[in-house]
Structures are given as structure tokens and as C-alpha cells.
């Protein structure tokens, strides 16, 4: 399975299951707002399971693996 599928899959389950399902959107900058509400959650206080984020934030694994991969590069110099 790929990201983006593993990440749509997670968005059918958590967003639209869940928050779509018993919501109205009468404009489409309501539902944009609703989904940047649910993102900025996602990736900033959801802890995540998994290889990779091992129960922290999408975001703080981002910034933490970006620092392992800059010190990566920095010792091939």
C-alpha cells in the first residue's frame, strides 16, 4: 500500500465517517474549513502508531527525521 493510498483510507475513516457523515456544508469554503481543521489535528496533536512515527505527531516525526537525514548528509562531507 502506498502513502497517499494509506493516507486516503485514513481520511475515509477519521473525516468522512466520522466528521462528513452527521455534517450539512452549504458552501464549499465551510467543508475546506472543516478539512483544514481536521488536517491541522492530524498532523499536529493525532499521535500516530507505526515504524516510522512510534506514538508522535505526523509533524513532529517530519522534524525529527529531517534532522537525522540532515546529519546524515552532514557526516558524507
Same mark, same amino acid.
Given at each position: 500500500? $502506498? *502513502?497517499?493510498?494509506? *493516507?486516503? +483510507?485514513?481520511?475515509?475513516?477519521?473525516? %468522512?465517517? @466520522? $466528521?462528513?457523515?452527521?455534517?450539512?456544508?452549504?458552501?464549499?469554503?465551510?467543508?475546506? %474549513?472543516?478539512?483544514?481543521?481536521?488536517?491541522?489535528?492530524?498532523?499536529?496533536?493525532?499521535?500516530?502508531?507505526? +515504524?516510522? &512515527? &512510534?506514538?508522535? #505527531?505526523?509533524?513532529? #516525526?517530519? @522534524?525529527?527525521? $529531517?534532522?537525522?537525514?540532515?546529519?546524515?548528509?552532514?557526516?558524507?562531507?
Amino acid at each position: 500500500m $502506498t *502513502f497517499a493510498m494509506s *493516507f486516503h +483510507k485514513i481520511i475515509l475513516q477519521e473525516l %468522512r465517517q @466520522i $466528521t462528513l457523515r452527521w455534517t450539512l456544508y452549504l458552501t464549499l469554503e465551510e467543508l475546506q %474549513r472543516n478539512l483544514d481543521e481536521w488536517l491541522d489535528y492530524y498532523n499536529h496533536r493525532s499521535m500516530h502508531q507505526g +515504524k516510522m &512515527c &512510534c506514538s508522535r #505527531t505526523s509533524m513532529q #516525526t517530519m @522534524i525529527q527525521e $529531517t534532522e537525522v537525514w540532515q546529519e546524515k548528509i552532514n557526516n558524507l562531507n
